[in-house]
């Protein structure tokens, strides 16, 4: 797959993954609404329909495996990601945005086995297009400190 695809699909997924935690709290309900987000485009205008007979989730495989990759392991990612905030910092207050881009980071590593620097590298990209001007710093800090301890997980 090219890069650009690939990039195209991981923001895919981020915009679904951000839905997280809005609407629903029954974990079936909730896949259903994010899934659901990621059939419609996620809010991109040039994603393209059916009308060729190739389903989305074909089309856009990746951010479908990373979407419910997530899903299948939300708190287990989250609780990993815990482990490296500050002491001072609560994973609730924490903004969605930030928390979607840390998500598709650990998933990368924990799950689909994207080498530690291309998916630590991937996230910070997306949080410097949607997240506040800093956070980008703090994602590349937990995502790294995440990444070193993988063997420990495995």
């Known amino acids: 797959m090219n890069k650009k695809k690939r990039k195209f699909e991981r923001e895919l997924a981020y915009r679904a993954i951000f839905q997280i935690g809005f609407e629903a709290s029954d974990l079936s309900e909730m896949k259903d609404q994010v899934i659901a987000t990621l059939d419609h ?58 928390i979607a881009v840390m998500r598709i980071g650990a998933a990368e590593m924990m799950y ?24 980008y710093r703090y994602i590349n800090g937990i995502l790294n400190n995440l990444g070193k301890n993988l063997p420990n997980l495995k």
């Open 41 to 98: 485009g996620a809010g991109f205008e040039q994603f393209e329909n059916s009308e060729d007979g190739i389903l989305e989730s074909e089309r856009y495989g990746y951010a479908y495996l990373l979407v419910e990759t997530v899903l299948d392991h939300l708190q287990t990612i989250d609780h990993e990601i815990e482990k490296y905030l500050r002491k001072d910092w609560r994973f609730d207050r924490i903004p969605n945005a930030e």
């Open 112 to 135: 689909l086995d994207l080498p530690i620097e291309v998916a630590v590298n991937e996230a910070v990209e997306i949080a410097k297009e949607y997240c506040d001007e800093k956070s």
